[in-house]
């Protein structure tokens, strides 16, 4: 018998236009089995034999797509599954809304194909799990449990399938994980996926040494989009220090002669280097070719939905 968020999941599923079946299959397995799948995809997991027929096909999939040679696959993959790079108080924003929001075609906003749709209802549904991909590691990154599933029927289904993983949070705690998340350099994303109801369920708070999505985009596969913003120097001089080069986790930073140079291509206007920079030397400015940021109030201002 299929359990109650189980049936939730598939309920919500057949109210979104276009959401089909695979798709349900998809986003089942992949949320009720994430360790393995991820760690399948980061070729650190055998298949399980139970699992050969189902989770085994899908990492192949993704390891055929993001990782493989061809630039056509790896678009297309990145066309179903995506994370948004977003700053700190936009990551606040998404887990202390006090009011269910729909906003709609936000792909001339938000530069993902697949984002037709951010559906953030019930925001303080909020599970804090332990993240996959650091699981996934031999020596991974601590704390596990930095993974953010946001709202209904994600947050209930998490809570029932993986009971020693996760726990239902507050909004204070889930600000409180981002913060944190934010001192040890780390990046925010806001991740979307055709197979999650084709919207926003997560927030990860990702560090380059574990992170899937960060290995994947590394090796070629456009899965994670820009803040919005790049990184500059102000008028201040830079000391040299270094700091910013060793934080960046995005390898955007050198320095040359004693001074910063960024690397702008590479820059996805995250703001660990302006956090690390004690001499105001590294600041964030948007950059409209990046893409638009993810600010829910601006958004909802813009669609005449209002303020929160």
Known sequence: MLRRSTREFWKAGRKVEGYSLSEFVHGYVYTRWPYAYIGIAKGKRKVPALLLPFVGALAWYLLRSAFGRSKAA?????????????????????????????LHDLE??????????????????????????????????????????????????????HPNRSRAITQDEAVEILR???????VHHA?????????????????????????????G??????????????????????????????????????TIQIDESACMGCGVCASKCSSGVLTLVRAPEKGTPL????LLAETGEGTV
């Open 191 to 219: 991740f979307f996926k055709d197979a999650m109801l084709g919207r926003f369920y997560a927030i990860c708070n990702c560090c380059s040494c574990c992170c899937g999505a960060m290995q994947a985009h590394r090796n």
């Open 74 to 102: 790896k678009r297309a993959f990145a066309d179903h599954y995506h994370g948004k790079v977003v700053l700190l108080n936009a990551a606040e924003q998404l887990v202390t809304l006090d009011q269910p929001i729909e």
């Open 221 to 258: 596969t456009p899965m994670l989009a820009s803040s919005g913003f790049v990184a500059r120097r102000t008028s201040v001089s830079c000391v040299g220090c270094g700091r910013c080069v060793a934080a960046c986790p995005f390898g955007a930073l050198s320095l040359l002669d004693g």
């Open 108 to 161: 001339t906003i938000i530069p993902y194909t697949t984002a037709r749709a951010i559906l953030l209802s019930a925001p303080d549904h909020i599970v804090a799990l332990d993240c996959p991909c650091r699981a996934a590691m031999e020596n991974p990154c601590l704390p596990l449990d930095v993974c953010l599933i946001v709202g209904e029927p994600f947050a209930a289904f998490v809570t029932e399938h």
């Open 180 to 186: 944190a998340e934010h001192e040890r350099g780390h």
């Open 295 to 298: 600010d829910i109030h601006a």
